[in-house]
Protein backbone atom coordinates (compact mmCIF):
# COMPACT_ATOMS: atom_id res chain seq x y z
CA UNK A 1 0.00 0.00 0.00
CA UNK A 2 1.33 3.47 -0.69
CA UNK A 3 0.79 6.93 1.46
CA UNK A 4 -1.82 9.12 1.00
CA UNK A 5 -1.61 13.11 1.69
CA UNK A 6 -4.57 15.15 1.37
CA UNK A 7 -4.53 19.25 2.57
CA UNK A 8 -5.32 22.65 0.47
CA UNK A 9 -3.76 24.68 -1.86
CA UNK A 10 -2.12 27.31 0.94
CA UNK A 11 -3.39 28.30 3.89
CA UNK A 12 -3.21 32.06 4.41
CA UNK A 13 -6.95 33.01 3.49
CA UNK A 14 -8.79 35.43 5.66
CA UNK A 15 -12.07 34.43 5.01
CA UNK A 16 -10.98 31.27 6.35
CA UNK A 17 -11.18 33.14 9.96
CA UNK A 18 -13.94 32.36 11.93
CA UNK A 19 -14.23 29.43 9.53
CA UNK A 20 -11.38 26.92 9.83
CA UNK A 21 -9.55 29.30 12.19
CA UNK A 22 -10.58 30.78 15.21
CA UNK A 23 -11.73 34.09 15.37
CA UNK A 24 -9.23 35.51 17.83
CA UNK A 25 -6.03 33.57 16.61
CA UNK A 26 -3.14 35.65 14.79
CA UNK A 27 -2.57 34.92 11.44
CA UNK A 28 1.26 34.07 12.06
CA UNK A 29 -0.79 30.60 14.02
CA UNK A 30 -2.87 30.05 11.06
CA UNK A 31 0.07 27.69 10.28
CA UNK A 32 0.52 25.64 13.25
CA UNK A 33 -3.37 25.38 13.91
CA UNK A 34 -3.33 23.75 9.97
CA UNK A 35 -0.77 21.65 10.95
CA UNK A 36 -3.10 20.48 13.66
CA UNK A 37 -5.62 19.50 11.27
CA UNK A 38 -3.79 17.99 8.30
CA UNK A 39 -0.05 16.46 7.52
CA UNK A 40 0.51 18.16 4.33
CA UNK A 41 -0.16 21.55 2.18
CA UNK A 42 0.49 22.68 -1.24
CA UNK A 43 2.99 25.84 -0.60
CA UNK A 44 1.77 28.24 -3.70
CA UNK A 45 3.57 31.38 -2.24
CA UNK A 46 6.38 29.86 -3.78
CA UNK A 47 5.11 30.38 -7.67
CA UNK A 48 4.29 33.65 -7.09
CA UNK A 49 8.17 35.19 -5.72
CA UNK A 50 10.61 32.56 -4.44
CA UNK A 51 10.87 32.74 -0.88
CA UNK A 52 14.12 33.06 0.81
CA UNK A 53 16.12 30.94 2.11
CA UNK A 54 15.30 31.88 5.85
CA UNK A 55 11.47 31.05 5.10
CA UNK A 56 11.87 27.69 4.30
CA UNK A 57 13.94 26.94 7.21
CA UNK A 58 11.45 28.12 9.49
CA UNK A 59 8.74 26.00 7.85
CA UNK A 60 10.87 22.82 8.04
CA UNK A 61 12.35 23.24 11.74
CA UNK A 62 8.66 23.98 12.81
CA UNK A 63 6.54 21.54 10.93
CA UNK A 64 5.55 18.11 12.88
CA UNK A 65 6.89 14.80 12.28
CA UNK A 66 5.76 13.94 9.33
CA UNK A 67 4.08 17.06 7.53
CA UNK A 68 5.04 17.49 4.26
CA UNK A 69 5.13 20.41 1.85
CA UNK A 70 4.03 19.93 -1.50
CA UNK A 71 5.55 22.71 -3.12
CA UNK A 72 4.65 25.03 -6.45
CA UNK A 73 7.36 25.73 -8.88
CA UNK A 74 7.93 29.66 -9.56
CA UNK A 75 6.37 31.26 -12.10
CA UNK A 76 9.17 32.22 -13.50
CA UNK A 77 10.06 29.46 -14.63
CA UNK A 78 7.06 28.22 -16.12
CA UNK A 79 5.28 31.40 -16.97
CA UNK A 80 7.94 34.09 -17.71
CA UNK A 81 10.16 31.59 -19.21
CA UNK A 82 7.70 29.35 -20.36
CA UNK A 83 10.06 26.30 -19.96
CA UNK A 84 13.04 27.74 -22.08
CA UNK A 85 16.58 28.75 -20.86
CA UNK A 86 15.40 27.90 -17.36
CA UNK A 87 18.30 25.28 -15.92
CA UNK A 88 19.90 28.48 -14.36
CA UNK A 89 16.55 29.26 -12.29
CA UNK A 90 15.35 25.58 -12.09
CA UNK A 91 18.73 25.14 -9.86
CA UNK A 92 18.07 28.20 -7.63
CA UNK A 93 14.19 26.84 -6.98
CA UNK A 94 15.28 23.69 -6.56
CA UNK A 95 18.35 24.56 -3.99
CA UNK A 96 15.90 27.05 -1.99
CA UNK A 97 13.01 24.32 -1.67
CA UNK A 98 15.69 21.35 -0.44
CA UNK A 99 16.00 23.84 2.68
CA UNK A 100 12.85 21.73 4.18
CA UNK A 101 14.46 18.61 4.34
CA UNK A 102 12.58 15.75 5.44
CA UNK A 103 9.30 17.71 4.73
CA UNK A 104 9.81 18.68 1.58
CA UNK A 105 7.00 16.45 -0.72
CA UNK A 106 6.53 16.45 -4.14
CA UNK A 107 6.85 19.97 -6.58
CA UNK A 108 3.94 21.17 -8.85
CA UNK A 109 4.63 22.74 -12.37
CA UNK A 110 1.67 23.99 -13.63
CA UNK A 111 1.88 25.34 -17.00
CA UNK A 112 0.63 28.07 -18.60
CA UNK A 113 -2.89 27.85 -20.40
CA UNK A 114 -1.84 29.49 -23.59
CA UNK A 115 1.21 27.34 -23.65
CA UNK A 116 0.77 24.97 -26.71
CA UNK A 117 2.08 21.74 -26.68
CA UNK A 118 5.48 21.27 -27.80
CA UNK A 119 7.01 17.44 -27.57
CA UNK A 120 10.37 18.72 -27.53
CA UNK A 121 9.97 21.84 -25.48
CA UNK A 122 8.62 19.02 -22.65
CA UNK A 123 11.54 16.37 -23.31
CA UNK A 124 13.88 19.45 -22.60
CA UNK A 125 12.26 20.66 -19.06
CA UNK A 126 12.41 16.62 -18.23
CA UNK A 127 15.77 16.14 -18.97
CA UNK A 128 16.29 19.27 -16.68
CA UNK A 129 14.60 18.57 -13.59
CA UNK A 130 16.54 16.92 -10.77
CA UNK A 131 15.97 13.32 -10.51
CA UNK A 132 16.12 12.78 -6.81
CA UNK A 133 12.78 14.88 -6.49
CA UNK A 134 9.37 14.09 -7.33
CA UNK A 135 7.98 15.92 -9.81
CA UNK A 136 4.74 16.65 -11.77
CA UNK A 137 2.84 18.25 -14.12
CA UNK A 138 -0.56 20.29 -14.54
CA UNK A 139 -1.26 20.93 -18.18
CA UNK A 140 -3.74 23.38 -18.40
CA UNK A 141 -4.19 23.31 -22.21
CA UNK A 142 -6.15 19.85 -23.18
CA UNK A 143 -3.80 19.58 -26.34
CA UNK A 144 -1.27 18.46 -24.07
CA UNK A 145 -3.13 15.52 -23.15
CA UNK A 146 -1.85 12.60 -25.47
CA UNK A 147 0.31 9.31 -25.71
CA UNK A 148 3.34 11.44 -26.39
CA UNK A 149 3.28 13.43 -23.55
CA UNK A 150 2.38 10.86 -20.79
CA UNK A 151 5.02 8.46 -22.45
CA UNK A 152 7.78 11.09 -21.97
CA UNK A 153 6.64 11.55 -18.08
CA UNK A 154 6.50 7.70 -17.88
CA UNK A 155 9.49 7.46 -18.56
CA UNK A 156 10.96 10.68 -16.44
CA UNK A 157 8.98 9.33 -13.83
CA UNK A 158 7.11 12.59 -13.35
CA UNK A 159 3.37 12.79 -12.51
CA UNK A 160 0.70 13.60 -14.71
CA UNK A 161 -1.58 15.91 -12.47
CA UNK A 162 -5.42 14.75 -12.38
CA UNK A 163 -7.73 17.79 -12.11
CA UNK A 164 -10.95 19.25 -12.56
CA UNK A 165 -10.38 23.16 -13.95
CA UNK A 166 -12.77 24.22 -16.78
CA UNK A 167 -15.45 22.31 -18.60
CA UNK A 168 -13.87 18.81 -18.36
CA UNK A 169 -11.49 16.64 -16.09
CA UNK A 170 -8.54 15.58 -17.20
CA UNK A 171 -8.12 11.90 -18.04
CA UNK A 172 -7.21 9.52 -14.95
CA UNK A 173 -4.22 8.61 -16.25
CA UNK A 174 -1.37 7.77 -13.60
CA UNK A 175 2.49 8.24 -15.09
CA UNK A 176 4.06 7.47 -11.89
CA UNK A 177 4.31 5.51 -8.72
CA UNK A 178 3.12 9.18 -7.65
CA UNK A 179 -0.59 10.49 -8.24
CA UNK A 180 -1.57 13.86 -7.69
CA UNK A 181 -4.90 15.07 -7.74
CA UNK A 182 -5.93 18.64 -7.63
CA UNK A 183 -9.39 19.94 -6.63
CA UNK A 184 -10.49 23.52 -8.28
CA UNK A 185 -13.98 23.99 -7.42
CA UNK A 186 -16.98 23.40 -8.78
CA UNK A 187 -17.67 27.22 -9.43
CA UNK A 188 -15.60 29.81 -11.43
CA UNK A 189 -12.86 31.68 -9.39
CA UNK A 190 -11.66 28.42 -7.19
CA UNK A 191 -15.01 28.19 -5.12
CA UNK A 192 -17.68 25.73 -4.61
CA UNK A 193 -18.10 22.72 -2.36
CA UNK A 194 -17.56 19.36 -3.67
CA UNK A 195 -20.59 16.87 -2.76
CA UNK A 196 -20.65 13.61 -0.76
CA UNK A 197 -21.15 11.62 -4.21
CA UNK A 198 -17.92 13.12 -5.79
CA UNK A 199 -16.16 12.80 -2.42
CA UNK A 200 -17.26 9.28 -1.88
CA UNK A 201 -16.28 8.24 -6.08
CA UNK A 202 -13.06 9.88 -5.59
CA UNK A 203 -12.65 8.09 -2.10
CA UNK A 204 -13.07 4.95 -3.73
CA UNK A 205 -10.37 5.62 -6.76
CA UNK A 206 -7.49 6.66 -4.36
CA UNK A 207 -8.15 3.59 -2.73
CA UNK A 208 -7.54 1.59 -5.67
CA UNK A 209 -4.49 3.78 -6.92
CA UNK A 210 -3.11 2.87 -3.26
CA UNK A 211 -4.11 -0.53 -3.46
CA UNK A 212 -1.45 -0.66 -6.63
CA UNK A 213 1.04 0.56 -4.31
CA UNK A 214 1.04 4.40 -5.21
CA UNK A 215 1.63 7.26 -2.97
CA UNK A 216 -1.07 10.11 -3.48
CA UNK A 217 -1.68 13.43 -3.03
CA UNK A 218 -4.63 15.30 -3.16
CA UNK A 219 -5.03 18.98 -2.79
CA UNK A 220 -8.09 21.47 -2.19
CA UNK A 221 -8.39 24.74 -4.42
CA UNK A 222 -11.36 25.84 -3.68
CA UNK A 223 -10.35 28.40 -1.47
CA UNK A 224 -12.21 31.17 -2.37
CA UNK A 225 -15.41 30.90 -0.32
CA UNK A 226 -13.51 28.61 2.48
CA UNK A 227 -15.02 25.09 1.36
CA UNK A 228 -11.15 23.37 1.07
CA UNK A 229 -10.57 22.50 4.59
CA UNK A 230 -14.02 20.57 5.19
CA UNK A 231 -13.67 18.87 1.55
CA UNK A 232 -9.76 17.77 2.45
CA UNK A 233 -11.45 16.29 5.74
CA UNK A 234 -14.19 14.66 4.42
CA UNK A 235 -12.09 12.70 1.92
CA UNK A 236 -9.67 12.12 4.13
CA UNK A 237 -12.69 10.44 6.48
CA UNK A 238 -13.88 8.59 3.65
CA UNK A 239 -10.30 7.01 2.47
CA UNK A 240 -9.70 5.77 5.91
CA UNK A 241 -13.11 4.31 6.67
CA UNK A 242 -12.24 2.32 3.03
Known amino acids: MGGFHVGTSGWSYPDWRGRFYPADLPADAWLAHYQERFAAVELNASFYRLPNEMAFLRWGAHAPDGFRFAVKGWRRITHMRRLRDARGDLREFCAR ?6 HLGPLLWQLPPNLAPDQILLQGFLDALPDDLQHAIEFRDPRWWTMATWERLCEHGVSFVLHDRGTAPTPRVVTARTVYVRFHGT ?7 YDARTLRTWARRIAGFLGEGCTVWCFFNNTADGAAPANAERLADLVALG
Open 97 to 102: VRLLGT
Open 187 to 193: EEGYAGS
